[in-house]
C-alpha cells in the first residue's frame, strides 16, 4: 500500500488568451492599492501594457530583473518599495522577474500577482534560488509563493522558437524529479505525466509555427502543472546541479536545465525504472533520457555544457560542490558518479538508460487494433480494441518474458484440454480470477430492491428434471436434512405467480451430481413452479463446504500464490419469469465456513441466511428422529419489463 500526503498551494490562477486586461481586478480582490511593475528590458512592451492595465495602481517600475537573482538587484528594487509605499508586486516575465517578485515578498510580505511570458513554472512554486557572491542558495517557504498567477497566452507569442524550447524543458525538469520525489503522491504523478505529455507535444508545434496559440497554451499549460509539482513536492540531482553550475558558473538557467536533464535523468533511471517507463510512454518515445536528448536536439536545443561555455577543467569543481551536502535523490548522490555524469553531459554524448522500446509497442498495439476497424459489429470492435490495449499495456508493464508468456499459453492450453460436459476449468478459472463476480455484479446489480445475483457456476446443467412441490431433491443421499420454503415476490412485494426456479446444490462431500459417474440420473438439483402465492417447498440436504476442482491449472494456480480452493456452503437457485430479468444467485449458510474467504468471490452479506436447526415433525409432517434445518426466504426479482409497442421515430 502506498502512503502519502497532500497539501495544495493556496494561489489563485488566471488562464486563457487576453487575461493580462483582468490585472487591475485582481489587484483590487487582493485589496492592494500601490503596485510595484517589475519587468526586463527585453519585455518593456508588455510591462507597459500591464502598467497602463492598472492604470493609477502603478506606483513604481522596475525592469531591472537579472538572471539567478542577484541580491544587489534585489536591493535595488528594494528602494523603490520603501520610497513608493509599494504593497504589491506585479511582476511581468520568465523565471528572472519572478524570482525578484518572490525575493521582495519574502523581505517584505507583500502580495504578487506574476504575468509569466516563458514556461518557467516558477510562478506557482514557494521556492526562491538567490545569488549571492557566486553562490546560488534556495529556500522554501509559504510566503514566498505569489498569490496569483495570470496566464496570458498571448503573452507568450513572441517568445523565440530557442527560449520556448529551453523554457519548455526547465518545465519539463520539474515534472520529471517530482514523479521521484520522497514526497511524491498520485495527484503529483498525475499532474507530472500530463505535464509531461503536453510539453512533450507542444514544442515541435511551437518549432513549426511559433503562432500556434493552441500550442502555446498546450505549453502554458504544461508549465502550470510542472511549476505545481516543484511547489508541492522536493528535487532532486537534476536541480542541485542546475543551481551549482548556474550560480558558480553563471551559466544560463534554462539552458543549463535543458542540457543537464537527459544526463541526470540517465543517472538516476536505474533507481527509478518504472517512473522512466512512464514519461517514455508519455513521450511516445522507447527510452526516457535518450527521448528526451532526442527531443532537445530535434527543435535545435543546446545538448553540452560546452556549448554553454562550460570549461572542462571546472568539472570537477562542480561535482565536489554539488555533492558537498547530501539531498533525496533515487541513486545515491556520489562526488564520482556526478562527475562522469557531467563530463558526458559536457560532451553532449547521448545517453540512453536501456529502456524498453515503447514506441515500437505503441506502433505495434496500433497496428493490431487498426485490423479491428471492418469490424461490421461496432461493440465487437471495441472489446477487441480495449481487449489488445490491455494485454498490451499488460505485458509492458510487467515486462513479460517470451517463457512467462509461453507458459500462460501452455496453462490456458492445459485449462481447455481439462474442459468437458461435466467440467468447466475455463469457468472455475473464471470465477477463481473474480471475473465471473465482476461481470455479475457490473450486469446484475443496476435494479434497486431486488435479491443480490451471484455467479452461475460450472455445474449448472441445462434442463434439469421438474418437481412438485414438497420433493426430497436430495433423493435419500446422506446428510443433515433441510426443508426450502421459498417465496417469489416483485420489489413491491407482489407474489409472482408461475415462475420457473431450478435448484441446485452438492452433496456431503461436496460433489455435485455430474462429478459423481456412479449416479444414476440427476441428482440434488430440480425445477420448480411458484403458486399463486409465489410459493414453493422442497426437501433435501444442508449443504456443506467443499472444495472446487483443484487437480487441473487453477488447482495449480491457486497453490503458487497460497490460496484455498474452498467455496462456502450454499445452495444455488436461478429464478426465470415471464416478462422478468433472470435471477442466478445462491444463498449461503450463516456461519458457514470460507465465508470471508470463498474461492470465487461469490459471497454478499445479502446473501447469508439463517438456517437454524428444527426438532420434531417437518412442515409436511414428516417425522425426523433427529434435526434438520430449514431454509425459509424470499426472492425479491425486478418488475416485469415495459414492452414498448409505440412506432419507431
Known amino acids: 500500500m502506498r502512503s502519502f500526503v497532500h497539501a495544495t498551494n493556496p494561489n489563485r490562477v488566471v488562464f486563457g488568451y487576453g487575461t493580462s486586461a483582468q490585472v487591475r481586478q485582481e489587484v483590487e480582490r487582493l485589496g492592494r492599492a500601490r503596485a510595484l511593475v517589475l519587468g526586463s528590458p527585453p519585455l518593456a512592451a508588455l510591462g507597459d501594457r500591464v502598467h497602463e492595465a492598472l492604470e493609477s495602481l502603478a506606483v513604481a517600475r522596475f525592469d531591472g530583473a537579472a538572471m539567478h537573482t542577484p541580491v544587489e538587484v534585489t536591493e ?38 506574476i504575468l509569466p511570458t516563458t514556461y518557467a513554472g516558477s510562478e506557482v512554486t514557494p521556492v526562491l534560488g538567490e545569488t549571492a557572491q557566486g553562490t546560488k542558495m534556495t529556500r522554501s517557504d509559504a510566503a514566498i509563493l505569489p498569490e496569483t498567477v495570470v496566464y496570458d497566452v498571448e503573452f507568450t507569442l513572441d517568445l523565440p522558437v530557442a527560449m520556448s524550447v529551453t523554457s519548455g524543458i526547465n518545465a519539463m525538469a520539474h515534472a520529471v524529479e517530482a514523479l521521484y520525489s520522497q514526497q511524491t503522491n498520485p495527484v503529483v504523478d498525475g ?39 516543484l511547489g508541492l513536492v522536493g528535487m532532486g540531482l537534476h536541480h542541485k546541479l542546475c543551481h551549482t553550475l548556474g550560480g558558480s558558473f553563471d551559466l544560463p538557467h534554462a539552458d543549463t536545465h535543458t542540457v543537464v536533464l537527459p544526463y541526470a535523468m540517465a543517472y538516476n533511471a536505474p533507481a527509478a525504472p518504472e517512473v522512466m517507463r512512464r514519461i517514455a510512454e508519455a513521450l511516445g518515445t522507447d527510452d526516457a533520457p535518450a527521448g528526451v536528448h532526442d527531443l532537445i536536439s530535434s527543435l535545435g536545443g543546446p545538448t553540452s555544457l560546452h556549448q554553454l561555455g562550460m570549461a572542462e577543467q571546472d568539472l570537477g569543481t562542480a561535482a565536489e560542490s554539488a555533492t558537498a551536502k547530501s539531498y533525496p535523490n533515487p541513486r545515491e548522490v556520489t562526488t564520482e558518479g556526478v562527475a562522469a555524469l557531467l563530463r558526458e553531459a559536457w560532451a553532449g554524448n547521448r545517453p540512453a538508460s536501456g529502456g524498453r522500446p515503447m514506441a515500437a509497442l505503441h506502433r505495434l498495439t496500433e497496428q493490431v487494433v487498426a485490423g479491428f476497424d471492418q469490424a461490421e459489429d461496432p461493440r465487437v470492435r471495441q472489446l477487441l480494441t480495449d481487449l489488445v490495449r490491455h494485454l498490451h499495456r499488460f505485458v509492458a508493464d510487467n515486462d513479460v518474458t517470451e517463457g512467462e508468456w509461453q507458459y500462460a499459453v501452455d496453462f490456458l492450453t492445459r485449462t481447455g484440454r481439462m474442459c468437458s460436459d461435466t467440467r468447466q476449468e475455463f469457468v472455475l478459472l473464471s470465477d477463481t480470477l473474480g471475473v465471473s463476480s465482476a461481470v455479475d455484479l457490473l450486469t446484475n446489480s443496476r435494479t434497486p430492491g431486488t435479491t443480490p445475483s451471484a455467479v452461475l457456476g460450472p455445474f449448472y446443467v441445462e434442463g434439469p428434471p421438474t418437481a412438485e412441490h414438497g420433493t426430497d431433491i436430495s433423493q435419500g443421499l446422506p446428510g443433515e436434512p433441510l426443508w426450502g420454503d421459498i417465496t417469489i415476490v416483485d420489489t413491491e412485494g407482489v407474489p ?45 440436504i444442508a449443504p456443506s463446504e467443499y472444495p472446487i476442482p483443484d487437480d487441473g491449472p487453477v488447482g495449480s ?17 436461478m429464478i426465470m419469469a415471464p416478462g422478468r430479468p433472470r435471477l442466478i444467485t445462491q444463498l449461503f449458510v450463516a456461519g458457514g465456513a470460507y465465508l470471508d474467504s470463498d474461492a470465487v468471490f461469490g459471497v454478499k452479506d445479502e446473501l447469508i441466511v439463517d438456517m437454524p436447526r428444527q426438532h420434531g415433525a417437518t412442515p409436511d409432517g414428516r417425522d425426523m428422529d433427529g434435526s434438520w434445518r430449514l431454509l425459509e426466504f424470499t426472492f425479491h426479482i425486478a418488475a416485469e419489463i415495459e414492452q414498448d409497442h409505440g412506432e419507431d421515430t
Request: proline content about 4%.
Open 557 to 573: 494456480m491457486l497453490d503458487a500464490v497460497g490460496r484455498h480452493p474452498y467455496r462456502a456452503p450454499h445452495v444455488h437457485f
Open 496 to 540: 409472482v405467480r408461475d415462475a420457473v426456479v431450478d435448484v441446485w446444490q452438492s452433496n456431503e462431500d461436496g460433489y455435485y451430481d455430474v462429478q459423481l459417474p456412479d449416479l444414476d440420473g440427476p441428482v440434488l438439483r430440480a425445477r420448480f413452479r411458484t403458486d399463486e402465492k409465489g410459493r414453493f417447498t422442497f426437501r433435501s
Open 191 to 229: 499532474w507530472a505525466l500530463e505535464s509531461i505529455r503536453l510539453m512533450g507535444r507542444a514544442l515541435p508545434a511551437i518549432a513549426a509555427d511559433p503562432a500556434d496559440v493552441d500550442a502555446r497554451a498546450e505549453a502554458l499549460h504544461a508549465a502550470w502543472l510542472a511549476g505545481t509539482c
Open 76 to 113: 535595488q528594487a528594494m528602494e523603490l518599495v520603501g520610497e513608493h509605499s509599494v504593497d504589491c508586486v506585479v511582476a511581468v516575465g520568465g523565471g528572472s522577474t519572478t524570482g525578484l517578485a518572490k525575493a521582495l515578498a519574502w523581505r517584505t510580505g507583500i502580495d504578487q500577482i
